[in-house]
């Protein structure tokens, strides 16, 4: 008896816990491509959902621009010498340096939204344990960058049916406990 009642306590505890938060809002980050030092954030163990927004959806910029112009474009999107780019970088003490991007070069900034929304939306960031995370355009020089990248960082709470499950779960261990 005392098992399922702690195994009820737990459960409950879970289920109220979930039902008594908040929509959890998005962080913007928006990173100037002449900033070195980009945005920084302590934050705490567990999944959070990184998107690419742009201006229509909140966020300072579209993309950047690393050479200050854009040249060489053909007729394929993406295929131009130099142009606007959706590079990112994100490191961390407990994370490698990862990074994403698409590798092409477009001759819009919008142009280079679209194929980071489209390629990379949404992607995922995991801590194990809180962490300071740097977020950052990836460059060596930066006074000849134009732009910036925009991204939108919202913490993963796990779906109500999930806390369910798992209640569900720990009231069966806990009837097995009580049967032996």
Do not use: H, K
Not at 20 to 39: E, F
């Amino acid at each position: 008896m005392q098992a399922m009642t702690r195994a009820a306590a737990l459960a409950a505890g879970m289920i109220g816990a979930m039902s008594g938060a908040s929509a959890t809002s998005a962080t913007a980050i928006n990173l100037d491509a002449q900033d070195p030092a980009g945005v920084t954030l302590a934050l705490e163990a567990g999944s959070y959902e990184l998107r690419y927004i742009g201006r229509a959806e909140g966020g300072l910029y579209d993309s950047w621009n690393s050479w200050g112009f854009v040249s060489g474009c053909g007729t394929t999107p993406g295929d131009c010498a130099a142009g606007w780019v959706n590079f990112v970088g994100i490191e961390g003490a407990s994370l490698p340096f990862t990074y994403r991007w698409d590798f092409m070069r477009y001759a819009t900034p919008e142009a280079a939204l679209d194929a980071a929304q489209g390629y990379f939306n949404p992607f995922t960031l995991t801590l194990a344990s809180p962490a300071t995370v740097r977020f950052f355009v990836p460059d060596f020089y930066y006074s000849d960058n134009t732009g910036g990248i925009s991204l939108s960082l919202v913490p993963q709470i796990p779906e109500p049916g999930t806390v369910l499950l798992m209640a569900a779960g720990l009231g069966a261990l806990a009837l097995r406990g009580r049967r032996r």
